[in-house]
């Protein structure tokens, strides 16, 4: 399938860099990329003298923030500190590494509730261990890499030739992609589906361009049915799927350090965003390996029946 394939490129910019080592957890003084408030999300003990050695009021504010909840006595630990440093940041990163983010999410924000109700540092360091215990293994066994689901289609796809996608698309939505490609910088595919006749289309990308439109359309009678309409194409499939339909995701790139990204699952008319993050670079591991947190989280709910 032309529109869902696996591009290298994509690959490339859309997860974060591998070295030839696996995973590890890193120390904290590894994690120093970022904003400052991504420093404060996994370091909230931090030293604000590191950022500013004369702190204004709107960073000492931030400081308190970020501390809040905890236990009064915790930035007097240092392996404490170091110990919530380590799960924040299995928390944010193993967001980034899985793909059912929704499912995940869910657990983490158990966790973060739990470690939010200890009011001693006894109980901050038992919940701590909890976490690292449950996470450690999704994070560390993790094999980030590009979707490459089978997709929705039950036949070969096929390219529709340029005379015949007016027919098919009818004119006001030829001209809708035009818009967005220009004319003779887009591609259109149909194939079999289980839920009917699909057809794809997106914009040539060139050069260094990482993202494109694509939409994704149904065929029922005369009737030309939007699936998915995106700007951040193209997408990956994952292996899982929701009422009938693979689970999508699209990686948009920001910056160099920065990709937004995007699972969208099918609730049976149309597919909706259901998780989105901004992957934030945050340093490197003792392997080299590009460590990479997670800043979001639920969109829109989707029942799959």
Known sequence: MLRFAVLAYVFATALPALADGPLTIPRSEQATDGYLSTAL??????????????PEEDLLKQVADARKGLPPETCDSPALMEKLFKVRFLQYASIVVVTDPWNLDTKI?????????CKSTQCLDRELDTVITALSPVYLNSHPEWPNGTGPCTSKTVDVPAN????????NVQQGIVDKCAPESFSVQTCRGAQGRLVFAGCAMSGNQVNAPEWLFRVRGAKLESLLDIDDGPSGVLKTTCNGMPDLMTSARVSMGEHYVTYYRYDGMQYQSVYAYTAMGVGTDDNGNDLAIAQGGPTTRVVCR
Do not use: F, Y
């Open 41 to 54: 999300l996994l370091k909230p003990c931090l030293d604000i003298r590191e950022w500013s050695p004369e």
């Open 109 to 117: 924000r158990a966790q973060t509730e739990a470690i939010g109700r």
């Open 164 to 171: 015949k996608v007016r027919a098919l698309l009818g004119a």
